[in-house]
């Protein structure tokens, strides 16, 4: 879930401090402009009123009379070009130059320079010059007309290099954009901190529900952070496990006291049956057949008291030899896979594992059981000891008829039985009874098909505790 919460706010405030830093930089690239904008007015205002009075009168070439104030206008045209490298001149409405610097400066006859020229004979200012961005390489033209008598006489035009004005905006760009920058770290380390005080309490949620789902119904949600809702919602979950580990508990003390008080009447039972037995005749079809239900009877109590003290039961886990254990079981089990006539064989390799052995060698007993009960004379069972990633495993294959895809699905849950296995001995409750020993360990048992036939049964324990 930070993966996802994590981004979608980072790209929130990258979004904020867009819009917020991109009109600032647009704003102070506008801002320099128009500051120098409205310098380049006033300096050509202030030649405006220099030239105003000048006595020439425009002539096709240069004129030859000169008074004071021409002479003054020339050398502030002249002092201004040498100090600040504007171009600035002052010309006449046929576009002949009164005063110009740099002396070599004419006015052209098309471009923006004209433009301005044009505009400003119309007896008002041009107008202001088209943003210029820090890549561009463009200049700065202001005309203001020079007015005697409310005529226009002359044009003073001013054009500006923008190298210093872009390198202005350029440095406050820079600076805006290390500002966002700064801001930016912030905003993650706060959307990291914000991240991990609302989602600490999920994680530990997390964690615990899948340590309820393994079968650790002890486990609960621990104290931690976040908002309050949150906090509640731990307290509302802790409520609910407490409930659900009660009424599974209550299920579990039901079934253990109902299978140990049946037992005493059964027994009774099945005593006064053999009672009954000695008054008819022996090869009576009825009383041995009351006699198997009455003892299968009694196996379904043993199985089910068993299953309730497995699902109840702390597993005591240990470092065990994975290996060693199940070549005892091979051992164990040789005789009466022998007297079937099943060939029962191992390839055991030295493995460890985290497991409870009496619990393991419960399961891996019912696995090799039910193998060797449902394969045919002549057939064969393997167990195999592998370790694999975090998990030690024994697969237990046999040669027997194998399920069906719908069988499969369903071995392993309580009185289940196949109905072409109905006549062979069991109670639907060993399988059930090996998983829950497993799982209290966090172990697994798994089924799948053999190859070409049977089935295969695996059995994992973790490799590590």
């Not at 993966?3 to 405030?13: D, G």
């Not at 920058?181 to 991990?196: D, E, I, K, Q, S």
């Not at 060698?361 to 039910?370: F, G, Q, R, T």
Request: aromatic share 4%.
């Amino acid at each position: 879930m930070r993966t996802r919460l994590l981004p979608l706010l980072i790209v929130l405030m990258a979004a904020v401090l867009l819009a917020l830093g991109v009109p600032l930089a647009v704003s102070t690239a506008y801002a320099q402009q128009q500051k120098v904008v409205v310098d380049r007015i006033d300096d050509t205002a202030r030649f405006a009123a220099l030239a105003q009075f000048v006595t020439d009168t425009p002539t096709t070439a240069r004129p030859t009379r000169t008074d004071d104030r021409l002479e003054t206008l020339r050398r502030e045209l002249a002092s201004y070009y040498g100090v600040y490298g504007i171009r600035a001149g002052v010309f006449y409405r046929n576009a002949s130059s009164m005063a110009n610097a740099p002396d070599d400066w004419v006015l052209p006859t098309t471009g923006e320079v004209r433009d301005a020229f044009d505009e400003a004979l119309l007896s008002r200012r041009s107008h202001d010059p088209e943003q210029v961005w820090p890549w561009q390489r463009s200049r700065l033209v202001v005309a203001s007309p020079v007015i005697r008598d409310g005529d226009v006489v002359a044009v003073v035009v001013t054009d500006s290099p923008t190298g210093p004005m872009r390198s202005r905006t350029l440095r406050e760009w820079l600076l805006i954009g290390a500002g966002e920058c700064a801001a930016m770290l912030l905003a993650v380390g706060a959307a990291l901190r914000l991240t991990g005080w609302v989602l600490r309490p999920v994680r530990v949620l997390d964690a615990t529900t899948h340590a309820i789902a393994s079968g650790r119904l002890k486990s609960r949600v621990a104290a931690a952070g976040g908002p309050p809702e949150l906090r509640r919602l731990a307290l509302a979950f802790n409520e609910m496990a407490d409930n659900v580990e009660d009424v599974l508990e209550q299920q579990r003390a039901f079934v253990a006291d109902a299978s140990h008080q049946l037992r005493n009447p059964l027994s009774a039972l099945l005593l006064r049956i053999e009672l009954l037995a000695l008054e008819l005749p022996e090869d009576n079809e009825e009383i041995a057949s009351v006699r198997t239900e009455g003892k299968r009877l009694a196996q379904v109590l043993d199985d089910l008291l068993d299953l309730a003290l497995a699902e109840h039961a702390e597993a005591e886990l240990m470092l065990t030899d994975i290996g060693r254990l199940a070549e005892e079981r091979i051992a164990a089990w040789a005789p009466a896979a022998a007297a079937k006539g099943v060939r029962l064989t191992g390839d055991c390799t030295p493995t460890t594992g985290w497991a409870d052995p009496v619990t393991l060698s419960s399961a891996l007993d019912a696995v090799i059981d039910n193998a060797v009960k449902f394969s045919p004379e002549g057939g064969t069972v393997t167990v195999t000891v592998t370790a694999a990633g975090d998990a030690s495993t024994v697969v237990v294959t046999d040669t027997g008829p194998g399920l069906t895809d719908e069988e499969l699905s369903r071995v392993g849950d309580r009185f289940w039985r196949s109905g072409r296995h109905q006549n062979v001995k069991g109670s639907g409750l060993g399988l059930s009874i090996t998983r829950a020993l497993l799982a209290t360990g966090g172990g697994s048992l798994s089924y799948e098909h053999g190859e070409p036939r049977g089935l295969r049964v695996t059995v994992s324990v973790p490799r590590s505790g």
